[in-house]
């Protein structure tokens, strides 16, 4: 069996998953594997850049059969998966009444069904190896609800909900489940917001900045590192919810 530790990072082309990739890449000691679909051109420049110490792997995390060939080849090349770590994910700003049922399945499918997904291929193993780490990336807003966001926050609780539920139940397997909900951060993700409204969020962020990437992978770094944390929601946001 490989002895460095095997880390699975999903919707890592990009984002917040680039900077996961770009922290954890820095051990030697581990291997990460770098899920993405879409952004392809991405994924091969970050693979390019980082060399041997990653993989890159292609699957789309609301497809199931697509998700178990991807833990199949992992297992079967390295014995084993040690982290797990659910980032892929999606927003959209609508009112409430325009979000169509379309919007909301896509939402759920991509930020909670996913980590459904994962999870149930990635757990026989990490049972059988009585070891694992599980991050789910959620929000801010999965905590505290955002306005025009009702369907992204609702996937984002799900998953506070399904990781606390999970922490107890594997916990006697030595497999831990935490949640990172970041406030935030600057991504393509939050670029739809104006610069005015970017202002106000630093006004009213005590530590007076939005977050990077680097913020919440450096957190994802301890969580893999630390062996008595389970059930934990941690959200860096520099202060702007406390």
């Keep these: 069996m490989v002895h460095k530790k095997v880390?699975?990072?999903?919707?890592?082309?990009?984002?917040?998953?680039?900077?996961i990739v770009e922290e954890l890449s820095k051990n030697s000691e581990f291997i990460i594997i770098a899920n993405y679909n879409k952004s392809e051109k991405e994924a091969i420049k970050l693979k390019e850049r980082i060399g041997e110490n990653?993989?890159?792997?292609?699957a789309d995390v609301t497809n199931k059969i697509?998700?178990?060939?991807?833990?199949?080849?992992?297992?079967?090349?390295?014995?084993?998966?040690d982290?797990?770590?659910?980032?892929?994910?999606i927003s959209q700003i609508k009112m409430f009444n325009d979000i169509t049922e379309q919007d909301w399945n896509n939402m759920i499918a991509t930020n909670l069904t996913?980590?459904?997904y994962t999870t149930k291929a990635v757990i026989n193993n990490m049972i059988h190896n009585k070891?694992?780490?599980?991050?789910n990336i959620s929000s801010i807003w999965g905590i505290v609800g955002g306005s025009c966001e009702v369907h992204y926050s609702t996937a984002k609780a799900g998953l506070i909900g399904m990781s606390k539920a999970l922490a107890k139940e594997l916990g006697p397997s030595n497999i831990r489940v935490?949640?990172?909900?970041?406030?935030?951060?600057?991504?393509?993700m939050n670029r739809e917001l104006s610069s005015e409204s970017i202002e106000e969020i630093k006004k009213e962020t005590p530590l007076g900045r939005i977050g990077r990437p680097i913020d919440i992978a450096r957190c994802v770094k301890w969580l893999i590192e630390d062996e008595f944390t389970t059930g934990q929601v941690i959200s860096p946001n520099g202060g702007w919810v406390i």
């Design 114 to 116: 996913s980590a459904f």
């Design 83 to 89: 982290v797990l770590i659910n980032n892929a994910g």
């Design 66 to 81: 697509e998700i178990e060939d991807m833990m199949n080849y992992i297992i079967d090349k390295y014995e084993k998966i």
């Design 54 to 58: 990653i993989e890159i792997y292609k």
């Design 131 to 135: 070891n694992g780490c599980i991050i």
């Design 178 to 188: 935490n949640v990172i909900a970041p406030g935030d951060i600057d991504t393509d």
């Design 7 to 19: 880390i699975l990072i999903t919707g890592a082309a990009r984002g917040i998953g680039k900077g």
